[in-house]
């Protein structure tokens, strides 16, 4: 089965541009999604088909897809964007949903 | 607006049963494919299954297939998660998810809690 590779944490300071990585094997011929999660909340869709945003996600958040690497970049990070943040795929030759593992983003 | 509610998470014991439902409005329920979602206490993500606008296309996760079934009621707006030969494992969050043909997930409920302990 597909699997998806994220780092458990990372760490940005305010102000600084967060990039949260999502490992997978030819992902850049897959879209990726991926979601934020805040404590005690449910995941809220952030970026869609590598780096659409649905309408009320702010410009800061970006992403891009290509080759084995997928990114989630954040610009100005502020204090609110702490989360936790995953990567998800449509893995088409087994119709199965795929999720990474989840990154803790810490805002220092 | 789309609001997706989840229902019937509760206390089980290991080899029990439940039935979840999820209740949708603010779009066209029948347009959609809709998903379940779980996510254990401290833990990430993990998609548990979906299910096709018709209902005719249906995929599980290895970790539940045989044991959970997915179902919807067009006319009723709501899709449906019946769980069998429940496990410790199984203890989680559960949201339902509005799925789109590419299958992100682009609205979620707020999702209710499955505990199965003896």
């Known amino acids: 089965s597909y699997v998806l590779t994220q780092p458990p944490s990372v760490s940005v300071a305010p102000g600084k541009t967060a990039r949260i990585t999502c490992g997978g094997n030819?992902?850049?011929?897959?879209?990726v999604h991926w979601y934020q999660q805040k404590p005690g909340q449910a995941p809220v869709l952030v970026i869609y088909y590598d780096s659409d945003r649905p309408s009320g996600i702010p410009e800061r958040f970006s992403g891009s897809n290509s080759g084995n690497t997928a990114t989630l970049t954040i610009s100005r990070v502020e204090a609110g964007d702490e989360a936790d943040y995953y990567c998800?795929?449509?893995?088409?030759?087994?119709?199965?949903?795929?999720f990474g593992g989840g990154t803790k983003l810490t805002v220092l | 607006q789309v609001q997706l509610v989840e229902s019937g998470g509760g206390l089980v014991k290991p080899g029990g049963s439940l039935r979840l439902s999820c209740a949708a409005s603010?779009?066209?329920?029948?347009?959609?494919?809709m998903s379940w979602i779980r996510q254990a206490p401290g833990k990430g993500l993990e998609w548990v299954s979906y299910i096709s606008s018709s209902g005719s296309t249906i995929y599980y996760a290895d970790s539940v297939k045989g044991r959970f079934t997915i179902s919807r009621d067009n006319a009723k707006n709501s899709l449906y998660l019946q769980m069998n030969s429940l496990r410790a494992e199984d203890t989680a969050v559960y949201y339902c998810?509005?799925?789109?043909?590419?299958?992100?997930?682009?609205?979620w409920g707020q999702g209710t809690l499955v505990t199965v302990s003896s």
């Open positions: 030819n992902i850049g011929s897959k879209s």
């Open positions: 998800q795929v449509w893995d088409s030759s087994s119709d199965l949903v795929v």
């Open positions: 998810a509005r799925t789109t043909v590419t299958r992100h997930l682009d609205y």
């Open positions: 603010g779009f066209t329920f029948s347009d959609y494919y």
